[in-house]
T-cell receptor
Framework: AQSVTQPDIHITVSEGASLELRCNYS??????LFWYVQSPGQGLQLLLK??????LVQGIKGFEAEFKRSQSSFNLRKPSVHWSDAAEYFC????????????FGKGTTLSVSS | EPEVTQTPSHQVTQMGQEVILRCVPI?????FYWYRQILGQKVEFLVS????????KSEIFDDQFSVERPDGSNFTLKIRSTKLEDSAMYFC????????????FGSGTRLTVV
């Protein structure tokens, strides 16, 4: 069965420090991969997505993610975190053929300390 | 930028009552979805809808749930007889293509069943 694992439930990073949020997936083929961010009381905003091609994907707000097929990972990174980045981050996968459901990980809560 | 609009933002209902959650997807999108997020848990797929019929549904989407696109613009989720465990944030989403390219989520409706 397809699954998404985000091993870190909660991460605290100092403002200005770098960030890496981990995501591993279990799926027979290469799925489509997404990162979403959710601020408190808000909806899900798409940060970036990977479908094919260059394995380093650039997103909004200075985020990037790297797809590593050998590790079944799609980790999210940001070189310098801002206080406004504090939010919940969700990794999600979707089959690249029939089927439309996004499968989400449980999320990682990011806190930013000053 | 086009948005998916959900109303109401918060609804409180008594157990056993019917509730209808409303969504206005992006106008040229063809695929429509409902997801839910129970407090503190991951986002879960409920149902996808295309060409006026359900294309995929999860185990959660039992006979108590139904979806409808009554007038070509609104997309509704009805819960026939609400239970306490239906309390969650419900997200509507729409996409232009089958595989989730350009998925856009609404801000959600928080449903509280008392």
């Amino acid at each position: 069965a397809q699954s998404v694992t985000q091993p870190d439930i909660h991460i605290t990073v100092s403002e200005g420090a770098s960030l890496e949020l981990r995501c591993n997936y279990s799926y027979g083929a290469t799925p489509y991969l997404f990162w979403y961010v959710q601020s408190p009381g808000q909806g899900l905003q798409l940060l970036l997505k990977y479908f094919s091609g260059d394995t380093l994907v650039q997103g909004i707000k200075g985020f990037e993610a790297e797809f590593k097929r050998s590790q079944s990972s799609f980790n999210l990174r940001k070189p310098s975190v801002h206080w406004s980045d504090a939010a919940e981050y969700f990794c999600a996968v979707a089959p690249n053929q029939a089927g439309t459901a996004l499968i989400f990980g449980k999320g990682t809560t990011l806190s930013v300390s000053s | 930028e086009p948005e998916v609009t959900q109303t109401p933002s918060h609804q409180v209902t008594q157990m056993g009552q019917e509730v209808i959650l409303r969504c206005v997807p992006i106008s040229n999108h063809l695929y429509f979805y409902w997801y839910r997020q129970i407090l503190g848990q991951k986002v879960e797929f409920l149902v996808s809808f295309y060409n006026n019929e359900i294309s995929e549904k999860s185990e959660i989407f039992d006979d108590q749930f139904s979806v409808e696109r009554p007038d070509g613009s609104n997309f509704t989720l009805k819960i026939r007889s609400t239970k306490l465990e239906d309390s969650a944030m419900y997200f509507c989403a729409s996409s232009l293509t089958l595989t989730g390219h350009g998925y856009t989520f609404g801000s959600g409706t928080r449903l509280t069943v008392v």
